[in-house]
């Protein structure tokens, strides 16, 4: 065998095969997208691929609004509800159209899916999920409320790191949502708090960040 001078990898070498990957269910999606049964099933199958797309860096990332990223999350945990036959949440926004959020429109769309994703994950029957932005003189808060069974309160003072995860799926990992959640508000020097609703049921979550 020829001996190699370098090796490769690296990230790009990794991307590069998830193109195939991506590539093939976008392929498999156009097949779909004939059958009028099927059509909506191919457009959540290319919305995936480019969600995946989108999170892999293949995509220009634009300067982040806030409505708009929550739009993209919500179309995400909605189309993560339909394809799994999970129950559907109903998503009540309160957020400026005009607010921007600091740095980069990929990592922002990973800290709501995440959250949405949480709180669909742990209802079992249609649930809500409220979003409200208000922007202050020092910072801009953003909260995420929803009416499921609230965080377990033997793990409430420490969802933020890694592995802490009431979810029963055995040898996959889990556990990393929330410290994702909390990298990305942390490298944009804001802080993330997690509680639960005082007067109803449910989480909440906290995100403020220094207005620049
Ligand atoms: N909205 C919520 N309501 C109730 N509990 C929550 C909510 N969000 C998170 N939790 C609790 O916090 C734990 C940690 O969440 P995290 O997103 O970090 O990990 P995970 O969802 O268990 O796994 P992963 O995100 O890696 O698939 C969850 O297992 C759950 O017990
Ligand atoms: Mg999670």
Redo the contacts with the bound molecule.
Sequence with gaps: MEELAETDLSYEALVHDLNNVFETITEAAELLKSDRRWKPLSATLCRSVNRGKRLVGAFPDSTPNLAAIVEDAIQSVTDYCTAGRKPRMRFVRQIPPEVRLPGSTKDWERVFV??F???A??MHKPGRIDIVAERGQEDLSITIS?N?????AE?LSR?FRPN????ANGSK???????IVASIVKKYSGRVVAANREKAN??V?TISLPVT
Excluded: E, M, W
């Design positions: 995440n959250l994703l949480n709180a994950q742990i929803d499921g069974p609230g965080i377990p793990i969802v802490v995860s009431t979810k990992r889990s556990g990393l949502g929330l410290h449910g989480a979550f």
